[in-house]
């Protein structure tokens, strides 16, 4: 694979990421942001709280506005209810009256199906309503909370009525959900629709991993740090797991879930993102432009193993106990075929074939119906050349490791060797940990809050270029390919840790899963 590079953008720098005032508040321009599928759960569980945080956090507009489209017949009213019962239950700030009350003032509601022509006329006419009423300046973001088959779709119907033309001073863009497409041609193909439409630093492409605070403190971690960086290389790393497990089964995305799996659900978005900031070179800066190039460079560098059958794992989880709870197989839930083959477990083996990563590998595993809700980034360093110590002395003694903690508890933990008290020479492990909750009295944002604000402000960073989409789909199409011609994936149990392939993958090269 070869990385296509982008051309560095050009134009007015903007201030607020002048590095003289990088520690002033982000604070969006005016602006509204357009929700389509407002009724869905991300929407309502994600989507709304988040605007009213970012709000109640002083860092949206006075004349901000919210404008829903759904097929629902509600007034202006009705969506108000719904977004304030949405933000009593899930926003992560206070509720205050006054930051209510002026954020439902912008709040509006346009009915309608997604292919009537009628609908996108009231939606054409509410924005332009918004822009003289409510201050927005022209300046438009819509978010697709819809099935990825309905986005072109939708994104023909707003170049069809002119809500996709900028006009000078303002701007237009467009918010797009994961999975961005099945398999590379069909990444391409969105891509091709999306990008007639829209210019590309216009398309923001959401993957919420990389909001969260721990996966941009990988980057303050490597390289505002003396002292991980000369051991962040081969001579020193053994290995590297990215794992992102849920206690959870499909519960009622069976419709969603089935036919996609969790190789496409997570490794092609998630890990492979994790992957490319834990193993690309420090960037020149911080910008987007940067970024994207570090992060394409090793995208482009990642090597499947020639033996699929060896170094790749899938699975299914069967009935079973989690939580203390009975719980059905993956073939008993409601909506799913009898004789389905999607794996709800994924797991493999891929080498960067850098020179600083040479003989590394990185293994990825992600599944449904696993011991804990974690996720999380372990680099497994080699053991000690040298120990001058006896086998009983160090028996208890494992791998060095540095574990980047993602979800549920965000933090950071390193393992090393220290000596147990007392008159023995005996060395065990331990660990030394950080907590971003004990650490900081400032509660960590949530993604969607970072993300949002993110697409008003025009700040891309943290939203993968379409480059970098189809380069994962490069790396995974090949193991998607392979695993549909061998039948049904391996069944396992509710509440292990994956099917015994996955712990053979990695027994094969002498090395074990971690127990996060």
Do not use: C
């Amino acid at each position: 694979m070869t990385a296509e590079l982008e051309e560095e953008p050009t134009g007015p720098v903007n201030p607020l990421r002048d590095p003289q005032d990088r520690r002033l508040p982000r604070i969006a321009g005016p602006s509204s942001l357009v929700i389509f599928g407002v009724t869905g759960d991300l929407a309502r569980k994600k989507l709304m709280p988040a605007i009213y945080d970012l709000a109640n956090r002083g860092l949206l507009p006075p004349g901000f506005a919210l404008v829903g489209f759904a097929r629902r017949d509600f007034s202006n009213q009705d969506f108000a209810q719904i977004v304030h019962d949405s933000v009593k239950e899930h926003a992560r700030t206070p509720f205050r009256e006054e930051v209510w009350q002026q954020l439902a003032e912008g709040f509006r509601f346009v009915p309608g199906d997604l292919t009537d022509d009628e609908a996108f006329k009231k939606l054409r006419e509410t924005v332009d309503e918004l822009d003289v009423n409510r201050g927005t300046g022209g300046n438009h973001a819509f978010y697709l909370s819809i099935p990825p088959s309905l986005f072109p779709k939708v994104v023909e119907k707003l170049k069809q009525h002119g809500l996709a033309d900028e006009v000078a001073g303002s701007w237009r863009r467009v918010v797009i959900e994961k999975p961005f497409g099945h398999d590379l041609k069909s990444a391409r193909e969105l891509n091709h629709v999306v990008e007639s439409v829209f210019p590309p630093e216009a398309v923001f492409r959401i993957d919420h991993y990389l909001g969260k605070e721990t996966v941009q403190n990988m980057l303050a971690l490597r390289f505002a740090n003396a002292m991980f960086e000369p051991v962040w290389n081969s001579h020193y790393v053994d290995h590297v797991q990215i794992t992102m497990a849920e206690d959870i089964g499909i519960g009622g995305r069976a419709g969603y879930y089935d036919g996609i799996g969790a190789a496409r659900d997570v490794i092609q978005n998630h890990l492979l993102q994790l992957l490319a900031l834990v193993a690309m070179e420090e960037p020149v800066s911080f910008d987007a432009w940067s970024l994207r190039q570090e992060k394409k460079k090793v995208l482009a560098a990642v090597k499947l193993p020639d033996r699929l059958d060896l170094h790749t794992a899938r699975g299914q989880y069967a009935a079973g106990w989690a939580g203390g709870t009975k719980v059905k197989g993956y073939l008993q839930e409601d909506g799913i075929p009898q004789h389905s083959a999607t794996e709800t477990f994924a797991a493999m083996r891929v080498d960067v074939d850098t020179r600083r990563w040479a003989g590394v590998p990185f293994y990825l595993r992600t599944g449904k119906r696993l011991g804990r809700r974690v996720t999380e980034v372990a680099v497994m360093f080699k053991r000690a050349p040298h120990l001058p110590f006896t086998a009983t002395e160090t028996e208890e003694l494992g791998q060095n490791a540095l574990v980047m903690r993602i979800q549920p508890d965000e933090g950071i933990t390193m393992r090393f060797g220290a000596k147990v008290p007392g008159t023995m020479m005996e060395i065990r492990d331990v660990n030394m940990d950080f907590a971003y909750g004990g650490s900081f009295t400032e509660s960590s944002p949530e993604a969607y809050e970072r993300l949002i604000l993110d697409v008003l402000l025009g700040d891309p960073p943290l939203f993968p270029q379409h480059t970098e989409v189809e380069l994962g789909w490069k790396i995974l199409d090949p193991v998607i390919n392979f695993w549909a011609e061998q039948g049904q994936p391996e069944q396992y149990d509710s509440g292990g840790w994956g099917p015994d392939s996955a712990h053979e993958m990695l027994a094969r090269d002498g090395r074990a899963w971690r127990r996060p």
